[in-house]
């Protein structure tokens, strides 16, 4: 059984520019969430992917947008990034969207905003 | 909204000395809580959930809806329990997790 995998591990980029970061679910898993951690702080939720479709959504702008695909890997876009954007980003994945289906978490993508 | 709060960001004990995590959450409802945790150079894991009442690696933690927590316990510290932990909360009927900011724990020999 293979675990969450993220690409890539590190990125930098520089203010206005667009990023895509990667996340494969674990195997027979068809639900995915991702994750904003700022330094010091605990994660926050982005938004859900539930069989391809948006399933819920965190307080943040639509300038972050995301796409999960058949076989339920799943990509975070963020375009016109910001510094405050510069952060570790999280992709789990679960059986389900339910609360009682936990979560298993890749290793994250740091990303740094100059 | 619902939040949570973990106070300590830094948790300092000796190994065999007994240790709790403080986690204080507000949110009217009836909540499911979860304690995270994430060892140096591993990713976030989920320790334990309180619906399941279980103890995981010597840990405890109940929910007390009076004074709204769900602190973590556990009465003999290891060295191994150093680690970052997570307390969550997701509201009734949602999915949605809320992460308190975390507590370092650090355990010496």
């Known amino acids: 059984e293979t675990g969450v995998t993220q690409s890539p591990t590190h990125l930098i980029k520089t203010r206005g520019q667009q990023v895509t970061l990667r996340c494969s679910s674990q195997?027979?898993?068809?639900?995915v969430s991702w994750y904003q951690q700022a330094l010091g702080q605990g994660p926050q939720f982005i938004f859900q992917?539930?069989?391809?479709?948006?399933?819920g959504r965190g307080n943040f702008p639509p300038r972050f947008s995301g796409l999960q695909f058949p076989n339920y890997s799943s990509e975070l876009n963020v375009n016109a990034l910001e510094l405050d954007d510069s952060a570790l980003y999280l992709c789990?994945?679960?059986?389900?969207?339910?609360?009682?289906?936990?979560?298993?978490f890749g290793p994250g993508t740091r990303l740094t905003v100059l | 909204a619902q939040r949570v709060t973990q106070p300590e960001k830094l948790l300092s004990v000796f190994k065999g000395a007994p240790v709790e995590l403080k986690c204080n959450y507000s949110?009217?409802?009836?909540?499911?809580l979860f304690w995270y945790v994430q060892y140096s150079r591993q990713r976030l894991q989920l320790l334990l959930r309180h619906i399941s009442r279980e103890s995981i690696k010597g840990f405890t933690a109940d929910l007390n809806k009076g004074e709204t927590s769900f602190h973590l316990k556990k009465p003999f510290a290891q060295e191994e329990d150093s680690a970052m932990y997570y307390c969550?909360?997701?509201?009734?009927?949602?999915?949605?997790?809320?992460f308190g900011r975390g507590t370092s724990l650090i355990v010496h020999p």
């Open positions: 949110y009217s409802g009836s909540p499911e």
């Open positions: 992917y539930y069989r391809e479709e948006e399933n």
């Open positions: 969550a909360l997701i509201k009734g009927g949602s999915y949605i997790p809320t």
């Open positions: 195997s027979g898993h068809n639900t």
């Open positions: 789990a994945s679960s059986s389900g969207q339910g609360a009682n289906n936990e979560q298993f």
